[in-house]
């Protein structure tokens, strides 16, 4: 119980590195945002091992991305290389889950598998469209972080990095979850017809 409350708080500071580049660019040169922002970034990685003791397959995509593009920052000495990470993560993250949707029952549905009760779970197709839906969110958003990384400033592209993703996100799964819930209502309905005109 205590590592999940751990991963939760982990995943909200998983922004920090951002949260630097963005203070260290306004008052420095974007080699420093980024030196600054890769050093979180290793230090975050740190901390999610000693305090979790292992590390989350998105954490390391994530720092290897950082890795990368802030390389490449550096050495360009322009930050629009460190700024791209989240775009890519998105069509990362929902490229993913859109091949785990072609090649099976899904991520999310195998995950439910095999934390609960195959009797109380959502029909399988209906958490399929559930999940493409939420891999389409996260190309979607990644595509509007790259767009903001491109045209629009550092503290707007910060602000969607951090507490604006949170905020979508958030009205994204409440919509979703009313129409899962919707769904399944039909689906019973209908399953309780079809068992009704057997007899």
């Given amino acids: 119980m205590k590592s999940k409350k751990i991963s939760k708080n ?3 500071i998983s922004f920090l590195p951002a949260i630097a580049y963005w203070y260290l660019e306004s008052n420095h040169a974007p080699y420093i945002a980024v030196t600054g922002g890769l050093l979180l970034a290793c230090v975050e990685l740190g901390l999610e ?3 979790i003791g292992h590390l989350h397959t998105i954490s390391k ?8 593009l802030g390389g490449l ?4 000495n322009e930050g629009i290389w460190f700024k791209l ?5 998105g069509l990362g993250i929902g490229g993913f889950l859109f091949y785990k949707v072609f090649k099976g ?3 999310l549905y195998e995950m439910m598998e095999s934390i609960g009760n195959n009797r109380t779970l959502p029909p399988e197709d209906i958490m399929r469209v559930f999940e493409r839906h939420v891999a389409i969110f996260f190309i979607l958003y990644g595509i509007f972080m790259g767009f903001l990384a491109v045209s629009w400033s550092t503290g ?7 507490l604006g993703f949170y905020l979508v996100a958030g009205i994204f799964l409440v919509i979703e979850i009313v129409l899962l819930r919707f769904k399944i209502r039909s689906w019973d309905e ?3 017809q079809e068992i009704i005109s057997r007899f």
Avoid: C, E, M, Y
Avoid at 61 to 68: Q, S, V
Avoid at 73 to 76: P, W
Avoid at 85 to 89: A, D, Y
């Fill in 10 to 12: 982990f995943f909200l």
């Fill in 49 to 51: 091992k000693v305090f």
């Fill in 61 to 68: 995509f994530n720092f290897l991305l950082i890795a990368i």
């Fill in 73 to 76: 920052s550096f050495l360009d």
């Fill in 85 to 89: 990470q989240p775009f890519f993560t």
């Fill in 105 to 107: 029952k899904g991520l």
């Fill in 156 to 162: 707007h592209w910060v602000f969607f990095k951090t």
């Fill in 190 to 192: 209908r399953r309780r």
